[in-house]
C-alpha cells in the first residue's frame, strides 16, 4: 500500500463515516469524519446552515477538509464538499473511494434531522445525488456499492483492495 491519504466520498447516507473509520481500524491509520472535525470546531452543521446559509458551511468546509486531506491517513469528507474546485484538485493526490448506495437502501438510514440540505427527504436526496453524480465519479479511483453488504464487509474488502494500489 503507499501511503497516500484516502479519501472517502459520496452522497448522504452512503456510509462514508460508517465504512471509512473500518476501514482506517483495519489498515492501523488515523481516521476523520471532516463533518464531525467541523462541528467540534464550529458547532452542529444544522445550526452553521442555519446561521451561515449553505456559502459560509462550505466556506470552512473548504477549509477543514483540505487540511485533513493534507494530514492523511483515512478521510470521510461531507457530501457535498466535492463541490469545491480546490477540494476537487487535492483530491487529484489522494486515492478517492467514491460509496454509492440505492434510493431504497439510503431511504431506511436517513431516518435522522441532522441532513439541513433533506428538506424534502428522500425526494430531496434523489435531486442532489442526480446532480452530483457525475462529479463523484470523475473523481474516483474506486467505486463501492453499499446498498447490499454489511458495513463490516464492505470495510474488509476496501481494505483488502486498498492495500493492493501500487506504490
Ligand atoms: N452498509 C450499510 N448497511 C446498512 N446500514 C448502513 C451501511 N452503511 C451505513 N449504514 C447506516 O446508514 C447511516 C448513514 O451512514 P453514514 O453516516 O456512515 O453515511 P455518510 O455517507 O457518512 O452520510 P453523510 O454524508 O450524511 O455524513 C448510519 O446510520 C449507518 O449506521
Ligand atoms: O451532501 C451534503 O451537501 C452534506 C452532507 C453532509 O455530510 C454534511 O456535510 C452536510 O449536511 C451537507
Ligand atoms: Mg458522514
Redesign the pocket.
Known amino acids: 500500500m503507499n501511503d497516500r491519504t484516502i479519501a472517502l466520498i459520496g ?2 447516507g452512503a456510509g462514508k463515516t460508517s465504512v471509512g473509520r473500518r476501514v482506517a481500524k483495519r489498515l492501523g491509520r488515523r481516521f476523520v469524519d471532516t ?1 464531525a472535525a467541523i462541528a467540534v470546531e464550529h458547532g452542529p ?1 444544522p445550526e452553521l446552515f442555519a446561521s451561515l446559509g449553505e456559502p459560509g458551511f462550505r466556506g470552512i ?1 473548504r477549509e477543514v477538509v483540505q487540511r485533513e486531506l493534507r494530514a492523511g491517513g483515512v478521510v470521510s469528507l ?3 464538499a466535492v463541490l469545491d474546485a480546490s477540494t476537487r484538485a487535492a483530491l487529484a493526490d489522494c486515492t478517492v473511494v467514491l460509496l454509492t448506495v440505492s434510493d431504497a437502501a439510503v431511504a431506511q438510514r436517513l431516518a435522522s434531522d441532522r ?3 433533506l428538506t424534502d427527504g428522500i425526494d430531496s436526496w434523489r435531486r ?1 445525488a442526480a446532480e452530483r453524480e457525475p462529479v463523484y465519479r470523475a473523481l474516483a479511483d474506486v467505486v463501492v456499492d453499499t446498498s447490499r453488504l454489511p458495513m463490516t464487509r464492505i470495510a474488509e474488502e476496501l481494505a483488502v483492495q486498498l492495500q493492493e494500489e501500487p506504490a
Do not use: A, V
Open positions: 452522497p448522504m463533518d452543521i468546509e461531507g457530501g457535498g441532513r439541513p440540505l442532489i
